[in-house]
C-alpha cells in the first residue's frame, strides 16, 4: 500500500458526516428528506508534510476553515448513499492531487542572435511610438 493510500484511508476513518436538507429538484421530498451530506475532516490530523498540505490548502480554497477542517458537500445524487460515496471519492481525488508534485518550468535558453533581435525589435518598437507624440511645426 502506498504513502497516499494510507493517508486517504485515515482521511476516510477521520471524516465525520452529517446529513442536511439538500435543495433543488426532487418536489416535496426535497423539504423532508436530508440527502445532501457534509463531510468533515481534520486535515491537521493527517500529519501532511508540508508541501502537501500547502497544496491541500490551495485546491480546497474556501472549504477549508481557518481550524483546518476540510468541509465537503456533496448534494448531487437524490439519496443518501450515493452523495455519502461521492463525498468520499472527491475526498480522495483531492489528497491525490495534492500528492502529485507540480512539473518544474524549464527555464528558456536564448542565445545570442536572439538575444540581439528582441533587443532590435525592442528599440524599433520604441521608436515607432516615441514618433506619435505630438507634433510641432517649428
Same mark, same amino acid.
Request: proline content about 2%.
Given at each position: 500500500?502506498?504513502?497516499?493510500?494510507? $493517508?486517504?484511508?485515515? #482521511?476516510?476513518?477521520?471524516?465525520?458526516?452529517?446529513? $442536511?436538507? *439538500?435543495?433543488?429538484?426532487?418536489? /416535496?421530498?426535497?423539504?423532508?428528506?436530508?440527502?445532501?451530506?457534509? %463531510?468533515?475532516?481534520? $486535515?491537521?490530523?493527517?500529519? =501532511?508534510v508540508p508541501p502537501v498540505f500547502a497544496r491541500?490548502?490551495? =485546491? #480546497? +480554497?474556501?472549504?477549508?476553515? #481557518?481550524?483546518?477542517?476540510? $468541509?465537503?458537500?456533496?448534494?448531487?445524487?437524490?439519496? /443518501?448513499?450515493?452523495?455519502? #460515496?461521492?463525498?468520499?471519492?472527491?475526498?480522495?481525488?483531492?489528497?491525490?492531487?495534492?500528492?502529485? =508534485?507540480?512539473?518544474?518550468?524549464?527555464? *528558456?535558453? %536564448?542565445?545570442?542572435?536572439?538575444?540581439? /533581435?528582441? =533587443?532590435?525589435?525592442?528599440?524599433?518598437?520604441? *521608436?515607432?511610438?516615441?514618433?506619435? +507624440?505630438?507634433? *510641432?511645426?517649428?
Open positions: 500500500m502506498s504513502a497516499v493510500d494510507d $493517508i486517504v484511508e485515515r #482521511a476516510q476513518a477521520l471524516a465525520s458526516e452529517s446529513f $442536511i436538507a *439538500s435543495t433543488g429538484p426532487g418536489g /416535496q421530498n426535497v423539504n423532508k428528506v436530508a440527502t445532501a451530506v457534509q %463531510l468533515r475532516v481534520d $486535515i491537521y490530523a493527517l500529519r =501532511l491541500v490548502r490551495e =485546491l #480546497a +480554497g474556501s472549504r477549508m476553515t #481557518a481550524r483546518g477542517e476540510l $468541509i465537503l458537500t456533496a448534494r448531487r445524487f437524490r439519496t /443518501q448513499e450515493a452523495n455519502r #460515496a461521492d463525498a468520499r471519492e472527491r475526498l480522495a481525488e483531492l489528497l491525490v492531487e495534492a500528492h502529485k =508534485l507540480p512539473e518544474k518550468r524549464a527555464k *528558456s535558453r %536564448l542565445n545570442r542572435v536572439g538575444k540581439e /533581435q528582441r =533587443l532590435k525589435g525592442k528599440k524599433l518598437r520604441g *521608436s515607432v511610438k516615441a514618433g506619435r +507624440g505630438k507634433v *510641432s511645426f517649428d
